[in-house]
């Protein structure tokens, strides 16, 4: 069984002084994707290149402080490829791709991090100019190759992904343009929710991200925005999903899922 984990760190050295490596150490997945890096090659370099054993790679957001994504893998993969866009998206650093391919098949696992359109309608735009821009490149990537797009999509699909939906509607990250983005995604470029694969009817217990404001976490008032997303034949492998929430690392909770046979 291959686990692979999803988490945003919001902020690698937080999470790290918060124990996310002792988790780990428990926890033992194969490979951990991780978002919210906010740290730069300086501040990885001789202090966060592997984490339980894992090694790490990179995209950096040229922003100090912001952004970045990672992961950390025991398997060596035969190419990486940091950004998708060459562009605005690239320089916040969104992206990265992990290719390990044989003669038989070609297969990726990917971190990214889409924007949170939260702030104000500057950022929601960006967001906008996001999903316009990852959607024809992953539909291209998907007659290429297998792949998982594991990442903070800071979107809750459905009303059952978040808590409060109705009061929610009019927000950014439950808007109807950007849910409709994730139906086209899965239907029309035939991707794979694997967690709601698994679990199609889960409400209260599949939330990854609570507000720090209020009691949100103690009250469970959450949502899901943390996925992992596949094409078919890798999504059939999957077998089990795993949300922890024993320990807080950050303002996401990790998610794990076990796929047979996936390296």
């Given at each position: 069984?291959?686990?692979l984990?999803?988490?945003?760190?919001?902020?690698?050295?937080?999470?790290?002084?918060?124990?996310?490596?002792?988790?780990?150490?428990?926890?033992?997945?194969?490979?951990?994707?991780?978002?919210?890096l906010?740290?730069?090659?300086?501040d990885?370099e001789?202090?966060?290149?592997?984490?339980?054993?894992?090694?790490?790679?990179?995209?950096?957001?040229?922003?100090?402080?912001?952004?970045?994504?990672?992961?950390?893998?025991?398997?060596?993969p035969?190419?990486?490829?940091?950004?998708?866009?060459?562009?605005?998206?690239?320089?916040?650093?969104?992206?990265v791709?992990?290719?390990?391919?044989?003669?038989?098949?070609?297969?990726?696992?990917?971190?990214?991090?889409?924007?949170?359109?939260s702030?104000?309608?500057?950022r929601?735009?960006?967001?906008?100019?996001?999903?316009?821009?990852?959607?024809?490149?992953?539909s291209?990537?998907?007659?290429?190759?297998?792949?998982?797009?594991?990442g903070?999509v800071n979107?809750?699909?459905?009303?059952?992904?978040?808590?409060?939906?109705?009061s929610?509607?009019?927000?950014?990250?439950?808007?109807?343009?950007?849910?409709?983005?994730?139906?086209?995604?899965?239907?029309?470029?035939?991707m794979?929710?694997?967690?709601?694969?698994?679990h199609?009817d889960?409400?209260?217990?599949?939330?990854?991200?609570w507000?720090?404001?209020?009691?949100?976490?103690?009250?469970?008032?959450?949502?899901?925005?943390?996925?992992?997303?596949?094409?078919?034949a890798?999504a059939?492998?999957?077998?089990?999903?795993?949300?922890?929430?024993d320990?807080?690392?950050?303002?996401?909770?990790?998610?794990?899922?076990?796929?047979?046979?996936?390296?």
């Amino acid at each position: 069984m291959f686990k692979l984990t999803s988490l945003n760190l919001n902020g690698i050295r937080s999470a790290a002084r918060k124990g996310v490596e002792a988790w780990l150490e428990k926890a033992k997945p194969d490979c951990i994707c991780v978002q919210e890096l906010k740290a730069q090659a300086p501040d990885i370099e001789g202090n966060f290149d592997t984490l339980s054993g894992l090694n790490g790679y990179f995209h950096y957001a040229q922003k100090k402080g912001y952004s970045g994504v990672g992961i950390y893998t025991h398997h060596t993969p035969s190419d990486v490829v940091v950004g998708f866009d060459g562009g605005e998206f690239d320089d916040e650093g969104r992206y990265v791709e992990l290719r390990f391919d044989t003669p038989q098949r070609k297969l990726s696992l990917i971190s990214s991090y889409f924007p949170s359109g939260s702030s104000g309608p500057e950022r929601q735009e960006a967001k906008y100019r996001f999903l316009d821009a990852l959607y024809p490149h992953l539909s291209q990537l998907k007659t290429q190759r297998e792949f998982i797009v594991c990442g903070d999509v800071n979107i809750a699909h459905q009303q059952i992904d978040l808590k409060n939906w109705r009061s929610n509607q009019k927000n950014s990250g439950f808007l109807p343009e950007e849910r409709a983005w994730m139906t086209q995604f899965l239907n029309e470029a035939g991707m794979v929710d694997v967690y709601r694969q698994l679990h199609p009817d889960t409400t209260d217990t599949c939330y990854t991200w609570w507000s720090n404001r209020g009691q949100a976490y103690t009250n469970n008032v959450g949502w899901r925005l943390d996925y992992h997303l596949a094409t078919p034949a890798l999504a059939a492998k999957a077998r089990h999903a795993e949300i922890y929430k024993d320990e807080k690392f950050s303002d996401h909770a990790p998610i794990s899922i076990g796929y047979e046979g996936l390296l």
